[in-house]
């Protein structure tokens, strides 16, 4: 692995399921984000974590889930998926926070 | 909450066009990140700055944080210069980003 992935690349998915998006980094950063990105909006941050076994909630949080067991992966889990999460959403991270961040591909969610 | 404004929105230019593009935000700041995303959907980091000017091959950032703007250059523009840009000014741990510039270089 070199620099930071994401999977799945895309999904779709009915509404009500449960779904997990992985992201995993090999540059042992402390820091990791997941971003959603939707049409005519900015990035927008749903929730970080500063160091591993820390999380925190960003600007649009609801209806997601984050855990930080080690430095690596950030998975990020939508319980009961709704049509008002397709978006994509990235991952990213940096050295600490504050610091430049290194974003993956990207997964690219349909909720139907 | 931090505004951010990018102009233009849209920006077409001709191969080789030296090109600007603008970042205002409306709080105090400790850095400022700029982005490009590929036609792709991929996100790269052009540079983070706090001061001064950053210069990268054809590209330079510049910074004014007393008037609160920032400026991203890019000289002899190419047609794989096509992307959107983003700013990102940086408060504490919060990263504020604008909704991006696209840029089209016509050959």
């Known amino acids: 692995i070199a620099g930071i992935t994401q999977a799945p690349t895309s999904q779709i998915l009915a509404a009500g399921r449960r779904m997990t998006l992985r992201c995993t980094q090999d540059m042992r950063h402390n820091a990791m984000y997941w971003y959603r990105q939707d049409l005519g909006l900015g990035l927008r941050l749903i929730h970080y974590s500063n160091t591993a076994g820390t999380t925190g909630k960003g600007e649009v949080p609801d209806g997601y889930s984050v855990s930080r067991a080690n430095t690596d992966d950030f998975p990020l889990t939508l319980a009961s998926a709704v049509p008002s999460q397709t978006s994509v959403y990235f991952c990213a991270s940096s050295e600490n926070a504050e610091d430049e961040q290194f974003f993956g591909p990207g997964t690219r969610l349909t909720v139907l | 909450k931090n505004e951010v404004e990018q102009s233009p929105q849209n920006l077409t230019a001709q191969e080789g066009e030296f090109i600007t593009i603008n970042c205002s935000y409306s709080v105090g700041i400790s850095a400022l990140h700029w982005l490009q995303q590929h036609p792709g959907g991929g996100i790269v980091s052009l540079f983070m700055?706090?001061?001064g000017k950053k210069k990268h091959g054809r590209l330079i950032a510049t910074i004014n944080i007393q008037e609160k703007h920032s400026s991203l250059h890019i000289t002899a523009s190419h047609p794989r210069d096509s992307a959107v840009y983003i700013c990102a000014p940086v408060v504490g741990n919060q990263f504020y980003f604008g909704t991006g510039t696209s840029l089209t270089v016509i050959p």
């Open positions: 700055l706090s001061s």
